[in-house]
């Protein structure tokens, strides 16, 4: 198992683009999330999603958009990037929303806007 | 607000003594607690994890950790520190059914782990 991938591992935006990152998942999850890293905060939810077709949002949703269309994929789109969203992107998986299972991160993104 | 709180941002420890890296909580109910640990440029791992049961649960790598539901903390230990634990240790909590929250993972703000040969 390849586990969670996340694509790109680095991104340089303008203020004002738009960007998708990828995750995808082969552990057959139905639980899965975006988080940002940021420095002395720790790692804050952006959205996750329960199963496919089920999303809901987060501590930090304003200014990204995701969807669930199959089990494995839950991209993160950035709809129009700003300055405040040069941070380290993680997504996350686990088996299940009702019992607590661990949950598995991608190797993360790195995303700078300028 | 549900919180969770890791006081220290640093913690130096000399290879072979025990370590403590700490962690409290404010979450109503009985909350599920974890700890992760990230190394340079890498996600994070899952280290441990306190459901219900004994307060003291054992996780990967030789680490522990003791759930004190007085003191609403869930510290992490190693009796003997490698200098290859030197990472980035987070703790989280999972708030319980009914009290809002229960699929969202609240995380500290991180813990850097120096072990110093």
């Known amino acids: 198992n390849a586990g969670v991938t996340q694509t790109p591992k680095f991104q340089v935006l303008k203020t004002g683009q738009s960007m998708t990152l990828q995750c995808a998942q082969d552990m057959n999850h139905e639980y899965m999330s975006w988080y940002r890293q940021d420095p002395g905060m720790g790692l804050r939810l952006i959205h996750y999603?329960?199963?496919?077709?089920?999303?809901d949002q987060g501590e930090v949703p304003n200014g990204y958009n995701v969807s669930r269309s199959t089990t494995e994929d839950f991209p993160l789109r950035l709809l129009s990037a700003a300055p405040s969203q040069t941070s380290v992107y993680f997504c996350?998986?686990?088996?299940?929303?009702?019992?607590?299972?661990?949950?598995?991160f991608g190797p993360g993104t790195r995303l700078t806007v300028t | 607000a549900q919180s969770v709180a890791q006081p220290e941002d640093q913690v130096n420890v000399a290879e072979g003594n025990p370590l403590t890296v700490k962690c409290t909580y404010s979450?109503?109910?009985?909350?599920?607690l974890f700890w992760y640990v990230q190394y340079p440029n890498r996600g994070l791992q899952f280290l441990l994890k306190y459901i219900t049961g004994d307060n003291l649960v054992k996780g990967s790598y030789g680490f522990e950790a003791e759930f004190n539901k007085s003191q609403t903390s869930f510290h992490l230990k190693k009796p003997s520190a490698l200098v290859s634990d030197s990472a980035l240790y987070f703790c989280a909590v999972r708030p319980t059914p009914g009290t809002g929250g229960y699929n969202k993972l609240i995380f500290g703000a991180g813990t850097r782990l120096a072990v110093h040969p």
């Open positions: 999603s329960v199963g496919a077709g089920i999303t």
């Open positions: 979450v109503s109910g009985n909350p599920y």
């Open positions: 996350a998986s686990s088996y299940s929303q009702g019992i607590s299972y661990e949950q598995y």
